[in-house]
Nanobody, 121 residues
Framework: QVQLVESGGGSVRPGGSLRLSCANS????????MGWFRQAPGKQREMIAT???????TYADSVRGRFVISRGDAENQIYLQMDSLKPEDTAVYFC???????????????WGRGTQVTVSS
């Protein structure tokens, strides 16, 4: 029903930039909140940025002012522009979709498989 596919990860030096993309390759879901989460080795998964279908945006304090989340033209497509990257941004980044209207028997939450971001000199 929903398959989220991330792309755009890679390795960069501190201060560099990357742009992550996420798209739903199956049936689009309206009325949702999509977001980016990340998980570093040995740490819990944490929210980085979210954007609702009405374009309400939230950021974690650790990335505010450096990262920008946006929606693409296609339904269930989002981006994460990451600037001024730091070594502590190194993690696997996951795309997430939360349904706001959940049909009986359907999942409310979907995750992509993740894309690795490594920031190192």
């Amino acid at each position: 029903q929903v398959q989220l596919v991330e792309s755009g990860g890679g390795s960069v030096r501190p201060g560099g930039s990357l742009r992550l993309s996420c798209a739903n390759s199956r049936s689009p879901i309206r009325d949702n909140i999509m977001g980016w989460f990340r998980q570093a080795p040995g740490k819990q998964r944490e929210m980085i940025a979210t954007i609702s279908s009405s374009n309400v945006i939230t950021y974690a304090d650790s990335v505010r002012g450096r990262f920008v989340i946006s929606r693409g033209d296609a339904e269930n497509q989002i981006y994460l522009q990451m600037d001024s990257l730091k070594p502590e941004d190194t993690a696997v980044y996951f795309c997430n979709l939360q349904r706001l209207r959940v049909p009986p028997g359907s999942p409310a939450l979907y995750w992509g498989r993740g894309t690795q971001v490594t920031v190192s000199s």
